[in-house]
């Protein structure tokens, strides 16, 4: 398969920027879910030892994948500590 992609980049050199953009978004995509299967307190790959995973996050610890306004490392509890 790759044998016929620079195939038809040599026949066509106009593709070559679309072959670029394609396997950066396909690249982006994969490295995307895999931060969300990793890093994201919604996925549990532990039901045993860690069945809740989001009742564990302080209230300065950042989640979000980007927070536009928000600065986690500054934020108090508004409540008693546990």
Not at 10 to 29: D, N, R
Not at 61 to 74: L, R, T
């Amino acid at each position: 398969m790759l044998h016929q992609i620079l195939g038809q980049a040599k026949k066509h050199p106009s593709l070559i920027p679309l072959f670029v953009f394609i396997g950066a978004g396909g690249t982006g995509a994969a490295l995307y879910v895999m931060h969300l299967a990793l890093l994201n307190p919604d996925v549990s790959w532990n039901r045993k030892n860690n069945p809740e995973p989001w009742n564990k996050l302080g209230p300065n610890e950042q989640y979000k994948f980007y927070s536009v306004s928000a600065d986690y490392s500054k934020l108090k509890t508004e409540g008693p500590d546990l």
